[in-house]
């Protein structure tokens, strides 16, 4: 008898946005209805804060319900509260826009912070932003180049970029550059000029090593 095959990372993404999709179709009634479930202390609280999410986006979006920013906020702060990261990830968007709450990037970099920590790769970029910028936050590149590898393990191509940067510039690795930014390419445009500028002026050896480092970063990443 043959053990049963663990689906791949691709087929596991493709059937969760699947079953996402059948949530999004439900009718915007039931989503309210399962989004005000008082399900606290219940085992099954998350599929409620879920909805919350679910029901704060389509609001947000004006998809099959009338627009209204101001109540997507206030579904997202439900579903934010109770620790799901899409939901902070969103606010922070909300309050750095000022979209159905006043502007305020101090918040909205809070959010970011609350997002990233419960692994929200965008969130984990979008704070490294924040600190490199000193935009609702105290200006601090050590943080802003620890959240930006965070996200560039997870995949971001911004982050990949700017970790790039970091290495070329402040670093002084040309190989480490160039495998992050290969990494990003196809995603930052910004990454494939500055690859095309550095990489023709590696050694035989630096190539060598950008092509190891290369392919370990992708078995890594499951690419």
Not at 44 to 53: D, E, L, M, S
Not at 84 to 92: I, M, S, Y
Not at 173 to 195: F, M, N
């Amino acid at each position: 008898m043959t053990n049963p095959r663990r689906p791949d990372r691709d087929e596991s993404e493709k059937a969760l946005a699947a079953f996402n999709d059948s949530l999004s179709n439900l009718p915007p009634e039931k989503v309210k209805a399962l989004a005000e479930q008082d399900t606290q202390g219940k085992p099954w609280a998350q599929g409620t804060v879920h909805f919350q999410f679910l029901y704060g986006t389509m609001l947000y979006e004006g998809s099959r319900v009338p627009q209204n920013y101001r109540e997507a906020v206030r579904w997202w702060t439900k579903a934010a509260g109770q620790g799901n990261a899409k939901a902070q990830h969103a606010l922070a968007i909300c309050y750095g826009l000022g979209h159905g709450v006043a502007q305020n990037f101090t918040q909205s970099a809070e959010m970011f912070r609350q997002a990233a920590e419960n692994g929200h790769a965008q969130s984990q970029n979008d704070i490294g932003n924040c600190y490199f910028s000193g935009q609702g936050v105290i200006r601090d590149f050590e943080q802003a180049r620890v959240w930006w590898m965070k996200a560039a393990l997870q995949d971001i191509p911004q982050a990949q970029y700017n970790i790039g940067c970091v290495a070329r510039n402040l670093e002084k690795d040309p190989v480490k550059a160039c495998i992050w930014w290969k990494l990003a390419e196809g995603s930052e445009p910004d990454a494939a000029v500055q690859l095309r500028s550095v990489e023709p002026s590696l050694t035989m050896s630096q190539r060598q090593q950008l092509d190891i480092g290369y392919n370990a970063m992708l078995r890594s990443m499951g690419r």
